[in-house]
């Protein structure tokens, strides 16, 4: 069996833990299908999501630093987050299970959605 070794990193603008199913976000999103407890990954967010930001337990991007909309959003509503990792939104699938580590700044797969393959 395949060791899951999938992991991204990035700068952390609000520290915190997480455990939780992917969510992608993208431009055509739909605020209905954010289960609660979910990790956001997203090339970057936007002010249309934050309304739905209340069930999620983290916020992962490829891209911005400490003063994007992500950052921002994140210390404002105390959501764990990392940001500028890259390549998220490419490793990442909807419902994988992922483990953030706001402290260090990394996001690691636990669990391969296999539908999402």
Same mark, same amino acid.
């Given at each position: 069996?395949?060791?899951?070794? /999938? ?18 976000? &993208? ?7 954010? #289960? /609660?407890?979910? =990790? ?5 967010? &936007? #002010? ?9 337990? !983290?916020? =992962? ?16 509503? /105390?959501?764990?987050? =990392?940001?500028?990792?890259?390549? !998220?939104?490419? =490793? ?21 959605? #296999? !539908? &999402?393959?």
């Amino acid at each position: 069996m395949e060791k899951l070794t /999938k992991q991204v990193s990035g700068q952390v603008v609000f520290p915190g833990k997480a455990r939780g199913r992917v969510t992608l976000y &993208s431009a055509d999103f739909k605020q209905a299908r954010i #289960p /609660k407890g979910s =990790i956001i990954v997203a090339q970057m967010t &936007s #002010p249309q999501i934050v309304e739905a930001l209340e069930n999620v337990s !983290a916020i =992962i991007t490829d891209l911005g630093g400490l003063t994007c909309h992500a950052a921002i959003i994140s210390r404002e509503m /105390k959501i764990p987050c =990392i940001v500028g990792t890259g390549n !998220a939104t490419q =490793i990442f699938k909807n419902n994988d299970r992922v483990k953030v580590d706001a402290y260090k700044g990394t996001v690691k797969l636990l669990r391969a959605h #296999p !539908a &999402s393959r």
